[in-house]
């Protein structure tokens, strides 16, 4: 299982109040890396997952979480970023999980994919969806969302 938090939020006792927190969700170990590095410039602390089930359990969703009636929501986030395509549960599965979770659906949700497809994207922004980006992110992107995050 892959959940990693960045060096800089664990050197600093998991980071300062007003610091943005990210769940970046990708099966590409290599364009979880990328999106990983644009946030960390833009100083949002990051955690990642590898697959939608991994970012439903770091959040408190998880299937042992629905057994055991858990009513914690996870870690808190300010934002999820995640690939579409993604074997298991796509990105729009996830959507609608954190869509559906009274503790979540306030959270911005953006998707990403590298297919510009548009009756994908027109199901993302209906079910939800902040944004639908296409990749690869460019750290132009990322400071978009956090001027968005901050207003």
């Given at each position: 299982m892959e959940l990693d938090m960045d060096a800089a939020s664990l050197s600093n006792g998991m980071g300062v109040e007003n610091e943005l927190h990210v769940l970046a969700v990708d099966d590409s170990l290599i364009d979880r890396r990328l999106v990983e590095k644009l946030l960390i410039n833009s100083s949002f602390k990051v955690t990642t997952a590898e697959n939608g089930l991994r970012a439903l359990e770091f959040l408190g969703l998880g299937e042992?979480?629905?057994?055991?009636?858990?009513?914690?929501?996870?870690?808190?986030?300010?934002?999820?970023?995640?690939?579409y395509c993604m074997p298991g549960m796509t990105g729009y599965d996830l959507l609608k999980k954190i869509k559906e979770s009274n503790a979540l659906k306030e959270v911005p949700v953006v998707i990403v994919s590298s297919e510009n497809i548009p009756t994908r994207i027109n199901k993302c922004l209906e079910e939800g969806a902040q944004q639908f980006m296409l990749k690869p992110l460019k750290q132009s992107d990322v400071k978009k969302l956090r001027c968005q995050l901050m207003t």
């Open positions: 042992e979480d629905q057994k055991n009636n858990l009513k914690t929501t996870g870690s808190k986030v300010n934002l999820i970023i995640t690939d």
